[in-house]
């Protein structure tokens, strides 16, 4: 029946449009199939361009100043190290799978980010790589476990470190947790009733952040010749022959999608935030750090200090605003003045040859809306455009690190994701361009023909 046919969306977590739609395209027969049949092109990403909040935001077509969470972890207001976490529980805007369900359509989730933990919805949900453990209740319905453990012969929610050395190691078990989820999604679209069918795989994020500097030229450290040098593409390759397998399951006339919620590239090294704000008399301490070490609160001068960061594939600068922090040094009459010279002093740093880098500083109000933009950070910064990661840390020997805090890794996120959509019944094909990741929930709704929410932020892709 007209607006009742099925949706299938498969998400690869980081998916690079470059590669995707560039080199890799080629060789990945399935993929390459469904983009010359349909609409596709680069999906710009929310910001921050990472895993959180980016699918929440892909699926309930909201930017982060209305959903409320700027990341995994979230600062507390009002304090120096309290934090909380963006579990499901903070996702309080229906997502895609919650707006059909409340229209009777059976629903089939499986992996997709801030899923737990886990609540009722209208069919089968899994939750994600966020999840604790498998001992956890990880499956929607309940009694469902065991026959999800049985079918994956032990599910894998994640692998247990992609920051190792023990590349060999860390490759098996992204096989494994890969191999493990599509078997539970093949034996989901043969034994369930669903409507709406959705797939995030982490492989693909994980793989990156493993083993790019082995398979890309442009990486600092890249070496020719070396024996991980093909491991990326082959395990895409991989995915595409697990894509053709899941698409065999699939009615001819269904709505097929393959997004990504950003993009991923070469990580040029870690840029140490904190010592720099150190250096340059935006934060004060008590002693001086003996080695490299978490930022402590405890070790602040607060009274003297006017900023501190958090790191990760981005910074977040948090300014000590008085009425605002415990100890506030900066006025509210002094607030903009001390931002806009501290967003200057940022987009002056330089990387480790001395090269100016094409710094983003961005200031919440110009790219949120919504009742929650005054709990993001005072600013938001991608550190040369995204390339370098910005390390939490102080006590380094340097402002540049080759390695991160918290272990090796090889690529950092970029803005742009992937969005492919193969649409039997229409005759629009072809590249699309300003595509944006909160457009796909409202699309979708529409090729399905359901009403698509005034409250939504996206446009429907034609």
């Not at 998916?15 to 395209?25: N, T, V």
């Not at 027969?29 to 983009?35: A, E, K, M, T």
């Not at 886990?118 to 499956?139: E, K, R």
């Not at 190691?169 to 679209?189: G, P």
Request: glycine share 8%.
């Amino acid at each position: 029946m007209p607006g009742h046919r099925k949706v299938f969306i498969i998400g690869w977590d980081s998916a690079p449009p470059d590669r995707l739609f560039g080199p890799w395209l080629s060789e990945l027969p399935n993929f390459s199939q469904l983009v010359a049949q349909g609409l596709w092109g680069p999906l710009r990403s929310s910001d921050p361009p990472i895993t959180v909040p980016a699918w929440s935001s892909m699926f309930s077509s909201l930017n982060p100043g209305r959903l409320g969470f700027f990341g995994f972890r979230n600062r507390i207001a009002g304090s120096y190290d309290g934090r909380w976490i963006a579990t499901s529980a903070a996702v309080r805007a229906p997502r895609l799978w919650d707006i059909m369900g409340d229209q009777g359509r059976r629903v089939c989730i499986v992996g997709v980010p801030q899923t737990y933990p886990v609540s009722p919805v209208n069919g089968v949900l899994i939750a994600s790589f966020l999840t604790p453990d498998t001992s956890s209740d990880y499956v929607y319905p309940a009694p469902l476990k065991p026959e999800i453990e049985r079918v994956a012969d032990g599910y894998m929610l994640d692998v247990a470190n992609f920051r190792t050395e023990q590349k060999q190691e860390l490759l098996a078990q992204i096989y494994a947790m890969t191999d493990k989820r599509f078997a539970v999604a093949r034996h989901l679209l043969a034994s369930q009733p669903w409507d709406l069918f959705i797939m995030v795989e982490m492989g693909t994020d994980r793989i990156h952040h493993g083993f790019w500097r082995y398979a890309a030229p442009e990486h600092p450290r890249y070496e020719p010749g070396n024996p991980y040098e093909n491991v990326i593409l082959d395990y895409y390759r991989h995915l595409d022959e697990q894509l053709g397998a899941l698409l065999q399951l699939v009615p001819d006339d269904a709505l097929v999608l393959v997004v990504s919620d950003h993009g991923a590239k070469r990580m040029a090294g870690s840029f140490n935030v904190n010592d720099w704000l150190i250096q340059a008399g935006y934060l004060k301490l008590r002693r001086e750090p003996t080695q490299s070490a978490e930022l402590d609160a405890a070790l602040v001068n607060w009274p003297e200090t006017i900023a501190w960061a958090w790191g990760g594939y981005y910074a977040r600068i948090f300014i000590n605003l008085e009425g605002r922090e415990p100890q506030g040094a900066v006025t509210a009459a002094d607030y903009e003045r001390v931002r806009a010279r501290l967003r200057a002093d940022l987009e002056g740093i330089t990387d480790d040859r001395g090269r100016k880098m094409d710094t983003v500083v961005l200031r919440p109000e110009q790219i949120y809306h919504g009742p929650h933009t005054a709990e993001a950070p005072d600013l938001l910064v991608y550190f040369d455009d995204l390339s370098w990661r910005a390390g939490q840390n102080i006590g380094n020997t340097g402002l540049h690190s080759a390695e991160t805090e918290i272990g090796p890794d090889d690529a950092v996120h970029d803005y742009d994701g992937i969005f492919v959509m193969h649409d039997p019944l229409s005759r629009a094909i072809g590249p699309r361009d300003r595509l944006h990741l909160m457009d796909v929930a409202p699309t979708v709704l529409s090729r399905v023909e359901l009403p698509v929410p005034a409250h939504m932020e996206g446009t429907v892709i034609t």
